[in-house]
């Protein structure tokens, strides 16, 4: 069972692309949670409910917090919700946006920025 639960979170973190100031506040929730619910399920079968309050107290803490830095960014400062490619690509159109009238752009640059994916994908079409 753990060793499934490793895997599959080894593939999660693999298949992350969108890297927002979210994502270390959801780790930590996705990696305490479950740890803290087992604790709580294990000691309610025996008598130290204490413990029991103590961990749902803290899994609810956890969830508090995350729901708090969201609508904390989600007011202040959106863009950090934003992936870091979003956010590179955003400012480089910008600083291209400011700086026209000075410098020339070939179109297939300022494709490659917009849409990284598919100038990607046409470099490796033209190096087969």
């Known amino acids: 069972m753990f060793e499934q639960f490793g895997r599959l979170s080894q593939s999660a973190v693999k298949n992350l692309h969108i890297k927002s100031a979210l994502n270390p506040i959801l780790w930590l929730c996705a990696i305490a949670i479950p740890m803290l619910a087992w604790v709580a ?3 309610s079968k025996t008598p130290f409910y204490l413990v029991v309050y103590i961990m749902v107290f803290l899994i609810s803490l956890l969830v508090l917090v995350a729901c708090g830095v969201f609508i904390y960014f989600a007011v202040r400062k959106p863009e950090k ?15 291209m946006q400011q700086k026209g009238g000075d410098l020339s752009f070939t179109p297939a640059s300022v494709e490659q920025i917009i849409n990284p994916a598919i100038s990607q994908s046409a470099n490796k079409e033209g190096e087969q």
């Open 41 to 43: 399920i294990y000691f």
């Open 81 to 95: 919700l934003q992936s870091e490619d979003y956010q590179l690509r955003h400012e480089s159109i910008q600083w």
